[in-house]
T-cell receptor, first 112, second 115 residues
Framework: KQEVTQIPAALSVPEGENLVLNCSFT??????LQWFRQDPGKGLTSLLL?????REQTSGRLNASLDKSSGRSTLYIAASQPGDSATYLC???????????FGKGTMLLVSP | ETGVTQSPTHLIKTRGQQVTLRCSSQ?????VSWYQQALGQGPQFIFQ???????GRGNFPPRFSGLQFPNYSSELNVNALELDDSALYLC??????????????FGPGTRLLVL
């Protein structure tokens, strides 16, 4: 059974800092790994999707990496801004039934 | 905007009642997955429908049931509501590619409160 863990559970940084969010998964038989953003009380916004054959994906100030052999993914946010404050979730798309297994998320607060 | 819509946006029920949540998938998508997100937790997979057939189920009791219609929209039904059913219910639609390029597109969710 796939298990996804995210560390840290919460993170508070001043504006302008670069930061790294960590995600680990137990079963490497995944199709892809996806990072989402969730604002309080809202649904999920997809940020980046890394296919199982890829090592990383970039979008603007965001860079996500994937290491299937070690069961790890990281989300790097450059030059953080107060608008980046949200909960960040990673999810592994499991092979077979193509279901997503989510971590519990990292709650990020960026202070002005 | 993903093109996936859900209704209603919010709902309040009492214990023992039944509820139906609805999801309209993105145009061209034949697969719908439902997830439950309790407060402070990540979403948990409930079940998935592919071309009107259940195509996988998570660790949820039988009082959670679903349907997918010929137009690929979907319903989630929950009978005999319990307090712990209070959560955000998310649906996601996809092309059903079953491979590395498979992407699930999420709706805004329905927030259910059971009193």
């Amino acid at each position: 059974k796939q298990e996804v863990t995210q560390i840290p559970a919460a993170l508070s940084v001043p504006e302008g800092e670069n930061l790294v969010l960590n995600c680990s998964f137990t079963d490497s038989a995944i199709y892809n790994l996806q990072w989402f953003r969730q604002d309080p009380g809202k649904g999920l916004t997809s940020l980046l999707l890394i296919q199982s054959s890829q090592r990383e994906q970039t979008s603007g100030r965001l860079n996500a990496s994937l290491d299937k052999s070690s069961g790890r993914s990281t989300l790097y946010i450059a030059a953080s801004q107060p608008g980046d404050s949200a909960t960040y979730l990673c999810a592994a798309l499991n092979s077979g039934y193509s279901t997503l297994t989510f971590g519990k998320g990292t709650m990020l607060l960026v202070s002005p | 905007e993903t093109g996936v819509t859900q209704s209603p946006t919010h709902l309040i029920k009492t214990r023992g009642q039944q509820v139906t949540l609805r999801c309209s998938s993105q145009s061209g998508h034949n697969t719908v997955s439902w997830y439950q997100q309790a407060l402070g937790q990540g979403p948990q997979f409930i079940f998935q429908y592919y071309r009107e057939e259940e195509n996988g189920r998570g660790n949820f009791p039988p009082r959670f049931s679903g349907l997918q219609f010929p137009n690929y929209s979907s319903e989630l039904n929950v009978n005999a509501l319990e307090l712990d059913d209070s959560a955000l219910y998310l649906c996601a639609s996809s092309l059903g590619l079953a491979g590395p390029k498979e992407t699930q597109y999420f709706g805004p969710g329905t927030r259910l409160l059971v009193l």
